[in-house]
């Protein structure tokens, strides 16, 4: 396929009319009259060999093929967005931007909080949104880094992108204070056979695989997609949770739980911020990764992030 033999209005166009499933709510969005998106309709239609949108009783359906197009459209035009958002010059202070992040709930609780604690007093016209990690970090890492700024996530789960490395961290476990089960140090037995809380997308945490490979299978009791929420379903039960140290250090106190360390030589965790290349020459970007870096050198001290000049 060559892009240059293609008309990129009619990606907009192919978005609105898959999106809306209405020719005329499509044209309205994207301020074409109706006889013009009807064109474009026809065209696009023209393209794939196919109907794309198929009238059923009062309302028009997506084909097969429109149903797929549908997702990888809407990534094609975030990503256009992005590559013609690109600036040569960014002005942190001046400018209005906003950031999105996938993350998970513990990323944003250690490291995503100081980040914008630091950007809130550095940069005041910049936004940082933060998105749950969803299952498209493993089935599609390419289309999900296209569509956003960044992903925090630690090594060992993704390869083949630009990444900056922020700071480490070390695995333990909770059980409950009063768990009767569990003496002084936490033993392989009682990981086997005590019941366990895990996080649902175990992909964020690669020490989990560790356990399969010392023979242990976790009986997991609850699963739960937040790292934060571990704690109180270990709390006055029998239940046992592999959680992060420096999340585990600030719930301290906050739930009645032991933290205790793993019987085996557990793997470190390293956080990186990790972006699609499309994003590496721009300098909003450049900003950001910047910041990042600072502010990951900061948490690894556990001291506040100050300015610096750029790297």
């Not at 023979?215 to 929420?229: A, K, Q, Y």
Request: glycine share 6%; hydrophobic share 45%; with cysteine.
């Amino acid at each position: 396929m060559n892009l240059a033999s293609l008309d990129l209005n009619l990606v907009v166009a192919l978005r609105a009319l898959l999106e809306e499933r209405n020719v005329t709510k499509a044209g309205r969005r994207i301020g074409l009259s109706q006889p013009a998106m009807s064109a474009a309709l026809a065209r696009l239609r023209h393209h794939f060999d196919d109907d794309l949108l198929v009238r059923v009783g009062a309302h028009y359906e997506l084909t097969t093929l429109g149903l797929a197009l549908l997702a990888r459209t809407a990534t094609a035009c975030d990503l256009l967005e992005r590559v013609f958002a690109s600036q040569v010059d960014f002005d942190p202070a001046r400018e209005e931007h906003e950031f999105t992040l996938v993350a998970s709930d513990y990323a944003v609780a250690v490291f995503g909080a100081e980040l914008a604690r630091t950007i809130h007093a550095e940069a005041p016209g910049i936004r940082l949104r933060f998105k749950q990690a969803s299952t498209e970090i493993i089935e599609d890492t390419a289309t999900l880094l296209s569509s956003v700024d960044g992903l925090l996530m630690p090594h060992g789960i993704i390869r083949g992108f630009p990444a900056v490395d922020l700071y480490r961290d070390s695995w333990v476990y909770l059980v409950a204070d009063d768990n009767p089960d569990v003496g002084e140090e936490l033993t392989l037995d009682d990981l086997a056979r005590l019941p366990w809380v895990t996080y649902q997308r175990t992909y964020d945490a690669p020490a989990a695989r560790q356990i399969g490979m010392l023979g242990i299978e976790p009986r997991v009791e609850v699963s739960v997609d937040s790292f934060g929420l571990m704690p109180q379903l270990v709390a006055g039960t029998r239940r046992v949770a592999l959680v992060q140290r420096r999340l585990a250090e600030q719930l301290g106190g906050l739930v009645p739980v032991r933290v205790m360390e793993p019987p085996y030589d557990a793997v470190p965790l390293q956080e990186a911020l990790w972006w699609h290349p499309v994003h590496t020459h721009d300098a909003a970007h450049i900003w950001l990764r910047e910041t990042a870096a600072r502010v990951g050198e900061a948490v690894k001290d556990d001291r506040p992030a100050v300015s610096s000049s750029p790297i």
